[in-house]
Each structure stands twice: as structure tokens, then as C-alpha cells.
């Protein structure tokens, strides 16, 4: 068992590194000012003698620390800013708009301000943004059978071979190909232990993942190949669903979820996955155990890569296996949020329910 002052330390550590992994999982108070901050806050770090750390912002306060004005801990991490907010409505009002940086006038916004702040939130800037989701309505147009120049007209393309670069880049195949691509929606969503990337069709959630993940691009290319499919930003039915069902368990009214989800793996890797779904909410189990319980139990490091390979963070709850000697590893969003996670079930699960 961790002591109070190893915790300590380890807050303080990724207090001064700003790492996100940490997100929701403390909050810090510093003595000397009296104000409250999350870890990534990006003010000067006080000396460790003067933070003092919680588990909740309500901790804090209780404690009678005020809210930091620049990090905001008492929103959600990452939240969008109005400017963002108007700006994605914009592009989902007029999807196949082409924009450029005079339409900015338009909106009171500056072309530096969206750029920079679509930059920080999305790893892409406000044109890249709307680019992506002009494709997405040309690809529509060339899935229904429109002709190759019909679809780059609608997509606001005057060059072909911009708009063939253009789809190439964003759908990982070229435009004569593409009828037989499946197009997946992508969508950014905010939780307490930080942002998250969804993909899904419009049938199930095929990706969740925490957006700091280590090789998330690789992993979504790797996605992409995997079901020949198109990733883009959009909306899907399944995001709806899944909006309230995370939003349920994050506050502790939710043990099982019912969003439609889809994978694909070799038999073994599904058999793992099926696995780590029967996993009762508030109990963990070894790597060992779980390759035992699939009639394979010398499979256990086998088992232990097929976690990792998991693309559902959360749905299917890789985060409750854990090493035999009880340690907390391997797991792709971090330690701290497994850590987290985990005693969080234990408050919300039932004994004997899956």
C-alpha cells in the first residue's frame, strides 16, 4: 500500500511535469495563496512544503481554498471556449462551406484566435477542421455513386488534384477507391479524468480512448486499415448514448453499459476482450486468473497484450486486471487513472453484478 507521503510525492511530481494523465485524479492547494488548481495549471509551481493535495475540488473548498482563475478546477479539463464553441457550431451548420481566414470577420472572431485555440483543443487548426468535414460530405456524395468531380465540386475543391491529396491525406485511400470505404464519425468528450476521443459508425463505438494515450495516431491508423474506414470529425447516434452513459458512471449512478460496441482482433484477442466484459464492477482479477478463466493459463502474457490492445477504454474494462502481487500496471491511460477508476467502481459496484 502506497504511504501518505510517497502519494505526495508522486502528486507533486506530476504537479511540476503538468501531466494530464492526472487529471481529475487530485487537486492541489497552495498554502501560501489560498488558491485551488488542477495539475496542469499553468502557473509558477509553489515548493512542495506549501501544496496541500485532494482527492475533489470539493475537498478544497471545504478547505477553504478559491478556485484558480487561469486553470479553472471547477470546470470541466479542456472545456471549450465560446470562440470554439461558435466556431464548430459554424462548420456543422455548413458543413461543405469552404472557409478562409476573412470569414473570421463574419463571426467577431480573429483568424490567430481560432487557429490557436482549435490548435490546443483538436491537434488541428479551425481550416484543417472544417477541410476534414468538407471530405466527409464529398465522401457521401462518392459512396451514393456521384461522379468523382461532382463530389470535389460540393466539397468546395476547384483543383482535382487538391481535392484527390485532400481525401488521400484525411481517408487514407485515394477517391476512385473509396466507394467501398466504411466512414466512421469521430467526436472529442470531456470526463472528469480528462478528454476523450470516440469513433463509431452509426451501429456501434469502435474506439475510446484518452486523447494523451500514448500512440493514439498510430492507433487509429492502425483502425483505419483494420475496418478500411475513414475516420473524420461528425456526429453519430451511438455518441448520444454514450454522452449520458459516462456521464452516469462518472457520477456513480452506472455500473453496466449498454452502448453497442465493435471490434475486430484475431479469436484469441476476442476471447480476451469477451473476458474482460464479465468482469464484475468493483472486483479485479490477475493477468493469470483471466488467462485461467479463457482455458488458456500459461496464455498469461498473451492476455496481458491483448489488454493492451483494447480500443475500448472503459466499455471493456481492461483497467481491472491487474499484476498477481496486486501492483497497478499496464494500462494505456496511465496508472493514476486505473488507480482511479478502480476505487471509484468499488464506491458504485455491487457484489455479483457484471
Keep these: 500500500m502506497i504511504t501518505e507521503q510517497a502519494k505526495v510525492d508522486q502528486f507533486y511530481d506530476m504537479l511540476v511535469k503538468k501531466d494530464s494523465n492526472y487529471e481529475g485524479v487530485f487537486y492541489v492547494g497552495v498554502k501560501t495563496t489560498g488558491i485551488l488548481c488542477r495539475p496542469t495549471c499553468p502557473a509558477k509551481k509553489p515548493n512542495k512544503e506549501n501544496c496541500e493535495f485532494f482527492e475533489t ?76 468535414r468538407r471530405l466527409g460530405f464529398a465522401f457521401d456524395h462518392i459512396r451514393n455513386g456521384a461522379p468523382i468531380i461532382e463530389a470535389q465540386l460540393e466539397g468546395g475543391y476547384d483543383s482535382g488534384n487538391g481535392f484527390r491529396d485532400a481525401f488521400t491525406r484525411t481517408m487514407g485511400t485515394i477517391p476512385k477507391k473509396a466507394t467501398s ?86 479469436p484469441f484477442q476476442q476471447t480476451v476482450w469477451q ?40 466499455l471493456v474494462p481492461c483497467h481491472r486486471v491487474i499484476g498477481s502481487n496486486g501492483a497497478l500496471s499496464g494500462y494505456g491511460g496511465g496508472i493514476a487513472r486505473k488507480e482511479w477508476l478502480l476505487t471509484h467502481e468499488k464506491k458504485i459496484g455491487a457484489p455479483n453484478q457484471c
Design 181 to 266: 470505404l466504411n466512414k466512421f464519425a469521430s467526436k472529442w468528450m470531456e470526463t472528469p479524468l480528462g478528454s476523450m476521443i470516440a469513433i463509431a459508425n452509426d451501429d456501434a463505438l469502435i474506439l475510446l480512448e484518452f486523447v494523451d494515450r500514448r500512440g493514439l495516431e498510430t492507433e487509429i491508423e492502425v483502425l483505419r486499415k483494420k475496418w478500411h474506414a475513414a475516420v473524420i470529425p461528425g456526429e453519430s447516434p451511438i455518441f448520444e448514448q454514450l454522452t449520458r452513459e459516462l456521464d452516469a458512471y462518472f457520477s456513480g449512478t452506472l455500473q453496466v453499459f449498454q452502448t453497442p460496441i465493435a471490434y475486430r482482433g484475431s
Design 275 to 314: 473476458a474482460l466484459q464479465k468482469i464484475p464492477i468493483g472486483s479485479t482479477i490477475s493477468y493469470a486468473q483471466l488467462a485461467s478463466q479463457i482455458g488458456n493459463p500459461k496464455a498469461f502474457r498473451a492476455v496481458a497484450r491483448a489488454n493492451g490492445a483494447n480500443q475500448l477504454s472503459i
Design 57 to 132: 475540488a470539493q475537498e478544497a473548498l471545504l478547505a477553504s481554498y478559491r478556485p484558480c482563475k487561469r486553470c479553472q478546477p471547477l470546470s470541466n479539463p479542456s472545456k471549450l471556449s465560446k470562440e470554439v464553441k461558435l466556431l464548430v457550431e459554424a462548420i456543422e451548420a455548413n458543413p461543405e462551406r469552404k472557409w478562409s481566414d476573412k470569414d473570421f470577420d463574419e463571426l467577431a472572431i480573429s483568424a490567430n484566435t481560432a487557429r490557436r485555440q482549435f490548435k490546443k483543443q483538436f491537434g488541428m487548426t479551425f481550416i484543417e477542421y472544417a477541410r476534414a
